[in-house]
């Protein structure tokens, strides 16, 4: 029976240190988050952003690594302030909208902060083609946020940058110049600036 009631105990302890070290649910603030690129065209580097997602975060505070993180991403929201340009982008060219309508991440690893810097591993797909990158993250802090007596939520905030390889997901368009080289560069910086508020326990 003395048995039988340690057992208890240790059992209910371990369910409510998990319970408690649970990751918390948290959901993009699309209003306060962007999902920035940029890419060589000729001897520059032209920045982009998509307009359009949704992503959700179950965050553990003190265990980074019981974290998670998907986003999906309307490939038609590109937008480079050239109408020009982005409908290009949209075409069979490039993103082929219609065909593909959306970019997809979903985590499958994430590592614990050292001096807030962390990694996100996981699978991005973009154009069809779902290939593993790796996400170089900094925690930018998180916490009640009340204005006037006014609660904006529990909110946390990161930033990530990755650098990926267009021709991998097959976007290949370019242009050849005269005298060597190509209009476009092959690799794609992704830049996200996350801001995530903790969504509240249905009543």
């Avoid at 307009?51 to 553990?60: E, H, S």
């Avoid at 790796?134 to 916490?143: I, K, R, V």
Wanted: net charge neutral; glycine share 8%.
């Amino acid at each position: 029976m003395k048995r039988f009631v340690v057992l208890s105990t240790l059992a209910a302890l371990t369910l409510a240190a998990s319970a408690q070290a649970a990751p918390a649910p948290f959901s993009f603030d699309g209003a306060h988050t962007q999902v920035g690129f940029s890419i060589r065209h000729f001897f520059t580097k032209v920045p982009g952003q998509f307009t359009d997602f949704a992503g959700t975060l179950n965050f553990d505070e003190k265990s980074f690594a019981g974290s998670s993180v998907e986003f999906t991403i309307q490939a038609k929201s590109i937008s480079t302030a050239n109408d020009r340009r982005d409908n290009h982008l949209r075409s069979a060219d490039f993103f082929d909208v219609e065909k593909f309508p959306t970019l997809t991440f979903k985590s499958t690893k994430v590592t614990e902060p050292k001096d807030g810097k962390f990694q996100v591993m996981g699978d991005l797909t973009i154009h069809g083609v779902t290939k593993p990158v790796t996400l170089d993250c900094e925690f930018l802090g998180s916490g009640d946020t009340v204005i006037g007596g006014h609660s904006m939520g529990y909110r946390a905030g990161f930033e990530a940058t990755t650098t990926i390889n267009r021709k991998d997901y097959g976007l290949l368009w370019n242009k050849t110049l005269d005298q060597g080289g190509t209009m476009l560069g092959d690799d794609v910086t992704i830049t996200l600036h996350v801001e995530a508020v903790r969504e509240q326990p249905a009543k």
